[in-house]
């Protein structure tokens, strides 16, 4: 069994205590001193006492009354001063001793990364029996954006797909899923003022695979389940391009007045609205009206990239009727990099910058105006660019990317010259043209979510593979444990003893 500390994204700080391990066992119960039924500790206290309990094998009971005993798992919200944490509002605290274990943090979101360092702790002793060491983490994140963009259009991702994806982004200490709800091939979501959408463009998937949508009830359903575990999910409707699933399902779309074809392709970039049609403008406030009432978080995703055959003015006008349309409905708008040459950007508005072979001043130009900037360059963090040539799975046009380039890079030097507080945080892509199972988002996923959920998480600073390589070997043990299909990087140190 491996001394190390195996805690992925690596926190602020870790000291081994020289003391027994909490053992798992018949003695262990949650507590939440004080709690009521509305206690926003709770469902963090729920997701540890069913982590434990389905670990050990055992119901793990959650108490509001302090039994005072050896062996309570202690949930607590602490006001953050007078507790001594981290600033910011998720750090959070691990303390484990031989008989207890206190769980801090100032909000909920805090008390979920604290749940998952603990699970991240928890070994397996020879004889079954469950361990955690003696340890105080004492942790809060660099960033306050950590995100994954997934591509549900290309191929669609079942809600229980989705919920492991989301299982996996919370182990990490993501907090952002970006949902790329629509594109050509598809439209995934259920919008009421056009029922049409999912109705005819949403059966099939890229080559005619299987598709699906989600419907107002799915939505509420991966909303509520992303929010227990720390997650705001982003929708994002992609215009004025990869509009092909709405003009398929909305003929008053294209300038005949005829539904476009369906398309199952992977090109990009053929596709586009008409500012001149009379259909498009309430096209774009009622869908965008439908999305930002069935979204609580504070964002909403336009898209905005790779529009090919459109002059710049044509485009400034169709994106900024989808950024009045988001605006008008109290949430800040979030688009693609293409976004930034769009003039006068409503105040706070996100730029996603994702093809990094283009150089900086209009990004920072649009900085200085006021745009905040999540930073998902594609030759570190596209997650469905193959590892190597031999990678069966994947595209190849931003290059190979391995373990150490999803992990040895700076997010402040993706931009030179951004102003400072520019960069929100990182979010990592995955694609799915060439994606069609879990297991095939998962052996994308893994290990390389890991490397870039640390560069976003984690104090700045040179970038030790070795020592990720060392922590992510227990991970790996992990993700078998669990049955998910992952990549074993030849950079990896899998199934060594480190110590
Ligand atoms: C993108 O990869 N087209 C955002």
């Not at 397996?124 to 660099?142: F, H, K, Y």
């Not at 999910?233 to 709405?246: M, S």
């Not at 999540?374 to 190979?400: C, I, Q, T």
Request: charged share 25%; hydrophobic share 45%; glycine share 8%.
């Amino acid at each position: 069994m491996s001394d190390v500390i195996a805690v992925v994204p690596q926190p602020l700080v870790v000291e081994p205590a020289d003391l027994a391990p909490y053992v798992v066992g018949p003695a262990t119960v949650v507590v939440v001193p004080g709690a009521d039924a509305d206690d926003p500790a709770l469902p963090a206290a729920v997701l540890v006492a069913d982590l434990l309990g389905r670990a050990a094998g055992h119901a793990v009971q959650v108490r509001f009354e302090d039994p005072g005993v050896p062996g309570a798992v202690r949930v607590r919200l602490a006001d953050g001063e007078q507790a001594g944490l981290p600033a910011g509002d998720e750090a959070y605290r691990v303390l484990v001793g031989p008989d207890e274990v206190l769980l801090e943090a100032r909000c909920a979101e805090g008390l979920v990364h604290a749940v998952v360092t603990l699970r991240q702790l928890l070994r397996e002793l020879p004889d079954g029996r469950l361990e955690v060491p003696a340890v105080r983490i004492e942790d809060a994140p660099r960033y306050a954006w950590r995100g994954l963009t997934l591509d549900v259009a290309r191929h669609f991702v079942s809600v229980p797909d989705l919920k492991v994806v989301i299982g996996l982004l919370a182990h990490y200490k993501l907090n952002v899923l970006h949902l790329h709800l629509t594109d050509d091939q598809a439209w995934r979501l259920d919008v009421p003022s056009r029922p049409e959408l999912v109705r005819r463009s949403s059966a099939r998937s890229v080559d005619g695979d299987p598709g699906g949508h989600y419907s107002a009830a799915d939505w509420e359903d991966l909303l509520a389940f992303a929010h227990a575990r720390g997650i705001r999910v982003v929708p994002e409707i992609d215009v004025p391009g990869h509009v092909n699933a709405a003009q398929h399902a909305y003929g008053e779309l294209t300038p005949t007045g005829e539904p476009a074809e369906e398309y199952l392709g992977i090109g990009v970039g053929f596709s586009r609205l008409h500012a001149d049609l009379p259909a498009t403008r309430p096209f774009l406030e009622d869908v965008f009206a439908d999305v930002a009432r069935m979204t609580p978080g504070e964002h909403v995703h336009v898209g905005g990239d790779e529009v090919l055959t459109m002059e710049p003015e044509e485009y400034a006008r169709l994106v900024r009727t989808a950024l009045e349309a988001v605006t008008a409905h109290g949430k800040t708008p979030v688009g693609w990099q293409e976004l930034a040459h769009v003039p006068d950007l409503p105040p706070g508005t996100v730029v996603q910058f994702w093809d990094d072979r283009v150089e900086p001043e209009p990004f920072v130009a649009a900085a200085r105006a006021g745009a905040r900037f999540v930073l998902s360059p594609a030759s570190r963090v596209y997650l469905d660019m193959k590892y190597d040539a031999d990678s069966p799975l994947g595209l190849e046009w931003a290059g190979h990317v391995d373990l150490a380039d999803a992990y040895c890079w700076e997010p402040e030097d993706v931009l030179p010259g951004l102003p400072p507080g520019a960069v929100l945080g990182v979010e990592a892509a995955l694609w799915t043209e060439t994606l069609r199972t879990l297991d095939d988002l998962t052996t994308m996923l893994l290990p390389r979510l890991a490397a870039v959920a640390e560069v976003a998480w984690s104090a700045p600073g040179p970038r030790d593979l070795d020592d990720l390589t060392r922590r992510l070997t227990a991970h790996g043990d992990f993700w078998d444990r669990l049955g998910l299909a992952w990549y074993r990087s030849p950079q990896g140190r899998w199934g060594e003893r480190v110590g």
